[in-house]
């Protein structure tokens, strides 16, 4: 019961601050393609890392920009895909500004600000909508959001991929950044959630009975 009621006031003080989204894709079309692209750069900072992707947040916020962004000869020379993709890019996308991209609000207040920096706490409370604790309800894209309290750095966010880009087999393929660890810098991890559900520690496991998982969050740009 207790555990139930923790959960419960998470959930409500993380909806709280929810608000319309930044970024407003035109269309389902637009939206179908940001998701493609999104999807696409998270899983890919598995196959090779970039340097702007330090930790969870991090990775979400570098495979939001780069989705937006319009995927030229020179930008896919630099990204270093392994594969070219045959995503249509986002026609809707917003344009960066001399201050930089304005991506995600970062206050909730009545004049709101926004960046393009966010860390994972602000990319579900203000970027994100809840969608229940349920894994039955991830779609490519969606995010699974813990908060851990024992750690430094609590709030942590993990990228639902679905089918994999680069893998054979599975259509339930998870990507996340561990963050700093054990004094290292942390690597970028994939893993197959009916394996999370498993997984050794149960505070990570993505399931209604660990008051550490807080729930599947889509973007509200989606």
């Known amino acids: 019961m207790a555990r139930g009621f923790i959960v419960a006031v998470m959930i409500v ?4 601050g929810a608000v319309p989204a930044q970024v407003r894709l035109a269309d389902e079309s637009d939206r179908a393609a940001f998701r493609s692209w999104f999807v696409l750069l998270a899983e890919a900072q598995f196959e090779r890392t970039t340097a702007d992707v330090i930790d969870c947040a991090a990775l979400v916020r570098h495979a939001f920009r780069e989705a937006l962004r319009a995927h030229t000869p020179e930008w896919l020379r630099q ?15 917003p344009r960066p500004t001399a201050q930089g991209w304005p991506l995600f609000r970062i ?32 779609r490519p894209g969606d995010l699974l959001y813990f908060h851990q309290p024992s750690q430094q750095s609590p709030d942590h966010v993990m990228v639902f ?10 259509d339930d393929w998870v990507v996340y950044h561990t963050g700093p660890l054990d004094g290292a810098a942390g690597e970028v991890r994939k893993v197959r959630l009916s394996t999370l559900l498993q ?17 599947v969050y889509r973007l509200n740009a989606l």
């Open 199 to 215: 997984h050794p520690a149960p505070r990570w496991r993505p399931v209604s009975a660990n008051p550490q998982f807080i729930g």
């Open 107 to 138: 206050n909730n207040a009545a004049a709101p600000n926004y960046a393009e920096f966010a860390d994972a706490r602000t990319l579900i409370r203000l970027n994100s909508r809840s969608l229940g604790r349920n894994t039955a309800a991830l």
């Open 161 to 170: 991929v679905g089918r994999s880009q680069f893998e054979i087999d599975g």
């Open 79 to 93: 990204a270093q895909l392994p594969f070219v993709p045959r995503f249509a890019d986002v026609r809707s996308a």
């Open 13 to 16: 003080a993380v909806l709280g």
